[in-house]
Structure formats: C-alpha cells, structure tokens
C-alpha cells in the first residue's frame, strides 16, 4: 500500500507594489511572466484574488499540448479553497 504526503509550496512571484486586478488587461500582464515558461504548449493558470482583488497567488492547473488542455474544476476550485480566496480569475494561453 502507497502513502502519500500532501503538502502545499510557497514561492515569491513578485515583491514591489500591490497591484489590483480588476481589469482582463491587467490579469494578461499579471500572467505574461508565467506564460513566457513554456511558449509552446497551451496552459492553464489560476490566480486567487482577496477582496479587494489583491492577487494572493497563481497556480498554473494543467500544461497541455500544443492544440489543447483539460481542466477539471476540482483543481480550480481546490487551489482556491486551500489559498483562502474570496475570488479567482482562470486565463488559458494558447501559443502562437
């Protein structure tokens, strides 16, 4: 029998001003950095908002192939129980 450990890991994505993301202008360049990792393959990213729309954290939900990715809702919605988010914006890249 296999037992597994679940564990959460936090990285620093950025450290300057907070920035509000209450405009789809400004989630795209929020997630330019992200996209810019794999320009090849489409993905799928999530980024948790508190209240005032302060991004709290991205998590990129599925990397998929050049021509599509599968999501599941589950993963959507467990990243932003486990983040404590009041909202959440899902953005797909899809490469060329």
Request: glycine share 8%; with cysteine.
């Amino acid at each position: 029998m296999r037992v597994y450990e679940a564990k959460i890991v936090y990285s620093l994505v950025s450290l300057g001003e907070e920035v509000r993301l209450d405009r789809p202008e400004m989630v795209a360049d929020y997630l330019r950095s992200a996209f810019d990792e794999c320009p090849m393959q489409e993905a799928f990213y999530c980024v948790y908002l508190d209240r005032k729309n302060h991004p709290i954290g991205r998590h990129l939900v599925t990397l998929g192939t050049a021509t599509s990715t599968l999501v599941a809702p589950r993963e959507v919605f467990r990243g932003a129980i486990l983040a404590g988010a009041t909202a959440l914006v899902g953005r797909v890249r899809r490469p060329g």
